[in-house]
T-cell receptor
């Protein structure tokens, strides 16, 4: 199947700092990628849709100035958590679809811990 | 927007028994319904999916049924094995094409007892 890679797999940072997470589609081009957040023992919550060459579309309640998304190429989307706080600690997962099947391929996920 | 409800939140069965997880969705325009299995700390893995032009799909021990009128779909696992223990998520998305904006259910923790 298609491969989506995410980096870093885990990161620990101090409160107030910014953290960047990368999501790459390794064997296909993705004009659209999706960022999800998953708190422990909870479901995947869609944060935003990353669109290559244009602004991301954020879900209701997600602060666009706090979660900066850049999709500068057809194989790379980045999520930057700005001025991170302990409540931002979570598992962040990206995904991308290939073709018109609707099937999503997920990255490995990035576990963020903010001290 | 789309809302997906999933039940039960936890399910415990004996090895060899069947397990059924049910989901309902709100957006009648949704046309793609995948099921994912997620093990602790890992990414979700697609186990089966169904589209709105099909009522049932089966893949070995796993089957999914869809009732468009009632807007609900179900996952059926037969002859469960301990390695089936995981969290299962249903999801739904609507067209167009490969935008794939999936909305997930709350998840079901399945425990298969040896």
């Amino acid at each position: 199947g298609a491969v989506v890679s995410q980096h870093p797999s885990w990161v620990i940072c101090k409160s107030g700092t910014s953290v960047k997470i990368e999501c790459r589609s390794l064997d296909f081009q993705a004009t659209t990628m999706f960022w999800y957040r998953q708190f422990p023992k909870q479901s995947l919550m869609l944060m935003a849709t990353s669109n290559e060459g244009s602004k991301a579309t954020y879900e209701q309640g997600v602060e666009k100035d706090k979660f900066l998304i850049n999709h500068a190429s057809l194989t790379l989307s980045t999520l930057t958590v700005t001025s991170a706080h302990p409540e931002d600690s979570s598992f962040y997962i990206c995904s991308a679809g290939r073709g018109n099947t609707g099937e999503l391929f997920f990255g490995e996920g990035s576990r963020l811990t903010v001290l | 927007g789309e809302n997906v409800e999933q039940h039960p939140s936890t399910l415990s069965v004996q090895e060899g028994d069947s397990a059924v997880i049910k989901c309902t969705y709100s957006d009648s325009a949704s046309n793609y319904f995948p099921w994912y299995k997620q093990e602790l700390g890992k990414r979700p893995q697609l186990i089966i999916d169904i589209r709105s032009n099909v009522g049932e799909k089966k893949d070995q021990r796993i089957a999914v049924t869809l009732n468009k009128t009632a807007k609900h779909f179900s996952l059926h696992i037969t002859e469960t094995q301990p390695e089936d223990s995981a969290v299962y998520f249903c999801a739904a998305s609507r067209p167009p094409g490969n935008t794939g904006k999936l909305i997930f259910g709350q998840g079901t923790t399945l425990q298969v007892k040896p």
